[in-house]
């Protein structure tokens, strides 16, 4: 599956922003989905997973209760909403797929998008 990242930029401490990751290639719905991100020097982290069916999702400690992940199989979209931005929320965000139960281990997952760059200023 391929898949294609939107929907980053620069926004301010408190506010919101919608990530998208549109899929290309084999039925979306067999794939579990995620949202990792990466701070500069630092390791890719999980941030949130949904599983195949959208039934139940997944996310880091850092983000519940601001950040929402969800998905649409007719439209082949997972989305990320993310609101209460913190700076410390600047990264690259990438969507990822794996064509089995919902994992949060990067490792686990063999296809990326290309990462879409949040910026949050104090």
């Known amino acids: 599956v391929q898949l294609q990242a939107s929907g980053g930029g620069l926004v301010q401490a408190g506010g919101s922003l919608g990530l998208s990751c549109a899929a290309s290639?084999?039925?979306?719905?067999?794939?579990?989905m995620a949202w990792f991100r990466q701070a500069p020097g630092k390791e890719r982290e999980f941030v949130a997973a949904?599983?195949?069916?959208?039934?139940?999702?997944y996310y880091t400690d850092s983000v519940k209760g601001r950040f929402t992940i969800s998905r649409d199989n007719a439209k082949n979209t997972v989305y990320l909403q993310m609101n209460s931005l913190k700076p410390e929320d600047t990264a690259v965000y990438y969507c990822?797929?794996?064509?089995?139960?919902?994992?949060?281990?990067?490792?686990?997952?063999?296809?990326w998008g290309q990462g879409t760059l949040v910026t949050v200023s104090s």
């Open positions: 949904i599983t195949r069916s959208g039934s139940n999702t």
């Open positions: 990822a797929a794996r064509p089995l139960p919902v994992s949060t281990a990067v490792p686990d997952f063999r296809s």
């Open positions: 290639g084999r039925t979306f719905s067999i794939y579990s």
